[in-house]
């Protein structure tokens, strides 16, 4: 199994433009997330889907941002307009169930300049 | 934000002693624990877990501590190597029925080890 996969790895924009993640999730996989790590805050949970639809989306800081998971193989995070406070790292998870942890991506890291 | 707090920071050992890495959590009702082991530039990766019915479960060279009396776990890494040096993370599932295998993330601790 290639594991959890994210699209771009690197991603240098302008302020103000709009910035497209993608992840596709480990094959057979019925949850997905969506993490954003900084030093200051850590990881911090954004959006999950369970069976593709979103469960709890109380972390994305505001409506810029919004996740997408059409189906069970593929996930897209937008940030639109992106600004400079949202440069960090992005990961996507994956797992099984709510029984097990989850398998990270390795995760894009988004410069806002 | 996270409700899974560590002790330390940073921690330094020398390359064959062992390490034990603490974290604390705050939800009395979690029942799955984990650990991240999380190297630069890479995504969290998971290293060992351990269900609240458990006290202690071992892999390879790992040990997780579970006290559910002080809500407490540890890792703990027998002659730890360079490449053991990373961020560790620790994580907690608050049960069934809550936030349907949300995991809670601490802040994590840096592991360096010495030659």
């Known amino acids: 199994d290639a594991g959890v996969i994210q699209s771009p790895r690197h991603e240098v924009t302008e302020m103000g433009q709009e910035v497209t993640l993608r992840c596709k999730p480990i094959?057979?996989?019925?949850?997905l997330f969506w993490y954003r790590q900084t030093m200051m805050r850590g990881l911090e949970l954004l959006i999950y889907?369970?069976?593709?639809?979103?469960?709890?989306d109380s972390g994305m800081p505001e409506d810029r941002f919004s996740a997408k998971m059409p189906n069970a193989s593929f996930s897209t995070l937008k940030i639109q307009p992106s600004e400079p406070r949202d440069s960090a790292v992005y990961f996507c998870?994956?797992?099984?169930?709510?029984?097990?942890?989850?398998?990270f991506g390795s995760g894009t890291r988004l410069t806002v300049v | 934000g996270e409700s899974v707090g560590l002790h330390l920071p940073t921690l330094s050992v020398q390359e064959g002693d062992n390490s034990i890495i603490n974290c604390a959590y705050s939800n009395s009702a979690s029942d799955y624990f984990i650990w991240y082991k999380q190297e630069s530039g890479k995504g969290p990766q998971f290293i060992i877990d351990i269900r609240s019915n458990m006290d202690k479960r071992q892999g390879q060279r790992v040990t997780v501590l579970l006290n559910k009396t002080v809500k407490h776990l540890s890792l703990q890494i027998a002659a730890t190597q360079p490449g053991d040096s990373a961020v560790y993370f620790c994580?907690?599932?608050w049960g069934r029925g809550s936030t349907l295998g949300r995991l809670y993330f601490g802040r994590g601790t840096q592991l360096t080890v010495w030659p």
């Open positions: 094959s057979g996989h019925n949850s």
């Open positions: 994580a907690e599932n």
């Open positions: 998870a994956s797992s099984l169930s709510e029984d097990y942890g989850y398998t």
């Open positions: 889907f369970n069976n593709n639809v979103p469960i709890d």
